[in-house]
């Protein structure tokens, strides 16, 4: 069972996600057909950003994927035997 506080916290990210999801969307699809002096265009990041936020991202997660299977295979491997 799941206690009230994973519960909280999985609506969290979830919630997070959702907000994410639909501001990019907006950003990358319905923006480009809004005028440009429309007042909207002011809460959302130039659009180049909508290419390097997420190369960026996907960089570091890829970053720290290969740091945590490095530490692990660090950590699981054997002492080597000496042979006399």
Known sequence: QATTTDRAVGFGLVAFSLVLFVYY???IIVLPFID?????????????????IPVVAGLLLLLFIGVFIMIVMWKSRKPARKSD
């Open 36 to 52: 440009s002096d429309h007042s909207i265009h002011q809460y959302f990041l130039p659009r180049e950003y909508a290419v390097i």
């Open 25 to 27: 969307t907006l950003w």
